[in-house]
C-alpha cells in the first residue's frame, strides 16, 4: 500500500533502535478466537503485537498458546503490563516478559483506577525509572499530560504512548491540542495508544503528527474484525500522508475555488 | 511410593514429589520449559537452571507465558 512517494517523504518509524514497517500497532486481546485474530493481525499490516504476561492456565495446558498463531519471525511481540497497579508489580511482570527471551521491549502500564484504567503517574515514573535502569527499551502508557510525558522522557523511556481516550472506550481522539502538544515537545516517539474506535479517529490521531498508534479493542470488537484491522491500516496510511502534505489553513468564511473573473455580464 | 511436599503453584496448593526440580514439575504438568516462564520465590530462573533448582516444603511458584492483550 506504500507509495513511493510516501517512503521518499516520510522517515523511517524507529523506537528503541529497532525500526518498523507499519506504523499501527495492534494487540492480541478480546477475539473470539486465536484464528479471527491472526487474520485481523495480517490484515492490519502490524508488525508490532501485544501481549500480556499471565498464569500459564494448569487445567488447559496441552492447548497451544498465543504463541503457536504469532510467529516471531514476522511480527515482533511487544509484551505489555497490563493489570498492574504498582510499579514493583509492573516491574515483575516486565523481567518475566523479557526472560520469555523475544525482545527486551515492554510496554509499561501502571493502573491508578480500576473504572477508568486511568494511569498511576507517580508509579509510572518509579516503574519506568528501575526499568530503563535495567535495560529495557520501555514503552510508557500514560494519559495526555505534557509535563508526565516529559518527565517520562527524562527517564529514558524508548517512547511515549498518550492515551486518546480510556482503554477500550472507543471515543476517539479527546484532546488533539495536549497530543500535538506533546508530539512537539519530545524528541522520543509519540505513539498514541488506547481509544480509538474506528478509522476517522485513527486517521484523525495520525493527523495530529504522532509517530503511530496502538489499538486492539477498536479491531477486536468490530463485527468483522479483519475488515476493520484492513480499515484501520488506510486511515494510518491516510493520516500519516495527510500531516506529512500539511493541511491547508482553516477560515472561518468561504473562500471560492473558481475564479471570479469571466463571469457572462448581465447586459 | 515416594514422598510428597506441600508448594503452592500459581496460586493452588498442590503436592509434588519431594526433591523434585522444578524442570520435573513442569514434566509433570505437561508444560514445556520453552514456552514457560518460572518464578520461584520471587526469583525467575532461568531455563537452564530448571534442573538444578530442587522444591520446598512452602515454596511459590509461578509458571508464566504470554495470552492476548493490548
Do not use: W
Not at chain 1, 119 to 137: I, M, N, R, S
Not at chain 1, 140 to 155: S, W
Not at chain 1, 229 to 253: D, K
Not at chain 2, 16 to 28: F, Q
Request: aromatic letters at 4%; charged letters at 20%; proline letters at 4%.
Amino acid at each position: 500500500m506504500t507509495t513511493a512517494l510516501e517512503v521518499r517523504k516520510d522517515t523511517p518509524f524507529t523506537i528503541g533502535g529497532r525500526t518498523f514497517r507499519s506504523r499501527l500497532m495492534v494487540g492480541t486481546g478480546k477475539y473470539r478466537d486465536n484464528e479471527a485474530m491472526a487474520q485481523a493481525i495480517a490484515a492490519s499490516g502490524a508488525d508490532v503485537v501485544t501481549v500480556a504476561v499471565r498464569r500459564v492456565n494448569l487445567d488447559r495446558a496441552s492447548e497451544e498458546g498465543i504463541l503457536y498463531h504469532l510467529d516471531p519471525a514476522r511480527v515482533f511481540l511487544l509484551a505489555n503490563t497490563a493489570g498492574c497497579y504498582t510499579a514493583a508489580d509492573a516491574v515483575r511482570y516486565a523481567r518475566l516478559a523479557r526472560e520469555a527471551g523475544f525482545n527486551e521491549f515492554v510496554k509499561l502500564e501502571v493502573i491508578g483506577d480500576e473504572e477508568t484504567l486511568l494511569p498511576d503517574v507517580q508509579g509510572l515514573l518509579q516503574a519506568a525509572q528501575t526499568l530503563v535502569h535495567e535495560g529495557f527499551k520501555v514503552l510508557a502508557y500514560t494519559n495526555e499530560d505534557l509535563v508526565t510525558a516529559l518527565r517520562l522522557e527524562d527517564a529514558g523511556v524508548a517512547a511515549v504512548m498518550p492515551l486518546a481516550s480510556p482503554i477500550g472506550s472507543g471515543l476517539g481522539l479527546i484532546n488533539p491540542y495536549s497530543v500535538r502538544l506533546i508530539k512537539r515537545r519530545l524528541q522520543v516517539p509519540v505513539v498514541v495508544d488506547a481509544g480509538v474506535g474506528t478509522a476517522s479517529d485513527a486517521c484523525l490521531t495520525m493527523e495530529q503528527g504522532v509517530d503511530g498508534i496502538l489499538m486492539n479493542t477498536a479491531i477486536a470488537a468490530a463485527q468483522d474484525p479483519s475488515a476493520m484491522a484492513h480499515a484501520m491500516r488506510l486511515a494510518v496510511e491516510a493520516g500519516r500522508a495527510a500531516f506529512l502534505a500539511g493541511r491547508m489553513p482553516r477560515r472561518e468564511v468561504a473562500v471560492p475555488s473558481s475564479p471570479l473573473d469571466g463571469m457572462l455580464g448581465d447586459g | 511410593m515416594s514422598e510428597t511436599i506441600d508448594v503452592v503453584v500459581n496460586g493452588e496448593p498442590r503436592a509434588v514429589v519431594r526433591d523434585a526440580t522444578l524442570l520435573d514439575l513442569l514434566e509433570t504438568l505437561h508444560l514445556d520449559p520453552r514456552t514457560v516462564v518460572v518464578e520461584h520465590n520471587r526469583t525467575i530462573v532461568r531455563r537452564p537452571a530448571l534442573a538444578a533448582v530442587r522444591v520446598a516444603p512452602g515454596d511459590a511458584i509461578e509458571l508464566v507465558d504470554f495470552v492476548g492483550g493490548g
